[in-house]
């Protein structure tokens, strides 16, 4: 299925400061085209996350603009998805694997309406793809670290965004989760969705991602993998802490 390719991300001199003017984001600026698998890579503490919270509208900047198919995250809040880094969610809270992955068809309901007979279908299916259909009447706090994430991607997906926003979706899960993860977002991108992960392992960047974003608290680069994934742009992005792995002898110097 062929899309055209149309930039539906634009931030353009994007500043964020926290607590004592410490600049997280410096002068950020670039377009991300729709239909891909979006990579955003660089060191701990590099702004990464600062980045996706600040395109959702989750915190305030202190300059710069940010619009999301054309538009302030405001008037299109309802055609993106957001998936929250593990570290950040309650999982006491008293809810169901089933009840979380329904809140995903919330947004598509009015005021005080009900969720539909349609609506927790289209739950079940999106649990039956993560492989985990059969928790549904689990607490979230009884599943594994890999169930939990299945369980918020399938919230994620039961929304049907558009443009999915995801924070380090591949942490401290299994192997055979993360594949089945990568399996379902090149599904997704080749059913028109866009899809931005924040990501740490460099192995995986060839095999998941189409265009990357190196950051580190500046832009370093953005464009398509082959183009960006370099040893000079590396370097340029993690500095001394540039993690070389000897079976990427072609990226990494020794």
């Known amino acids: 299925m062929m899309h055209q390719e149309t930039n539906i991300v634009h931030i353009q001199d994007l500043t964020v400061a926290y607590t004592g003017n410490k600049i997280v984001l410096d002068k950020i600026s670039f377009s991300l085209p729709s239909c891909k698998i979006i990579g955003v890579v660089g060191p701990n ?38 998936v929250p880094q593990k570290e950040s969610v309650d999982w006491d809270f008293p809810a169901s694997v089933f009840d979380i992955a329904l809140l995903g068809r919330y947004n598509r309901l009015r005021l005080l309406e009900r969720p539909t007979k349609i609506d927790k279908e289209v739950t079940m299916q999106c649990l039956e793809e993560l492989g985990i259909a059969h928790l549904a009447k689990r607490q979230i706090g009884e599943l594994s670290g890999g169930q939990q994430q299945r369980v918020f991607l399938a919230r994620s997906l039961a929304q049907d965004a558009d443009l999915y926003f995801m924070d380090e979706p591949f942490t401290g899960i299994d192997a055979t989760t993360e594949k089945t993860i990568v399996t379902l977002l090149k599904k997704m991108v080749a059913a028109g969705k866009t899809i931005v992960v924040v990501h740490h392992d460099l192995g995986s960047i060839y095999e998941y991602f189409d265009w990357l974003v190196l950051l580190n608290h500046k832009l370093i680069a953005v464009g398509i993998t082959k183009d960006v994934f370099t040893n000079k742009l590396l370097e340029q992005t993690y500095g001394s802490k540039f993690p070389c792995f000897r079976e990427y002898s072609d990226i990494c110097k020794f």
């Open 45 to 82: 503490g590099a702004g990464k996350s600062t980045l996706l919270k600040a395109a959702m509208g989750l915190i305030t900047y202190q300059k710069g603009n940010i619009s999301l198919f054309g538009n302030p995250i405001e008037k299109v809040r309802k055609r993106i998805s957001y």
